[in-house]
């Protein structure tokens, strides 16, 4: 937690009847910015696994979804 807490410093701190914990200050990503990176990396995986540019990112995403459901084994 040390090596953390220099790492990143804390903005403050969350204490518990017991302990008291830091609060790490830790950049985000925004949901904006992350949906973005996801749908440029659907499209590069499909590039890479399938030899051709998708038609468009929806068909990136498709198939991304497709492949992460049959490697986890969800529905």
Known sequence: ?????????????VITEEQEFPILN????????WQ?????????NFAKMNGRNPLDVE???????????SLTGTA
Do not use: C, F, N
Not at 1 to 13: D, Q, S
């Open 1 to 13: 937690m040390h090596e953390l807490i220099e790492k990143y410093g804390t903005i403050g701190t």
């Open 59 to 69: 068909e990136a995403l498709r198939w991304q979804r497709s492949l992460v459901r």
């Open 36 to 44: 973005r990176m996801a749908k440029e990396s659907a499209v590069r």
């Open 26 to 33: 830790i950049p985000m990503v925004s949901d904006e910015k």
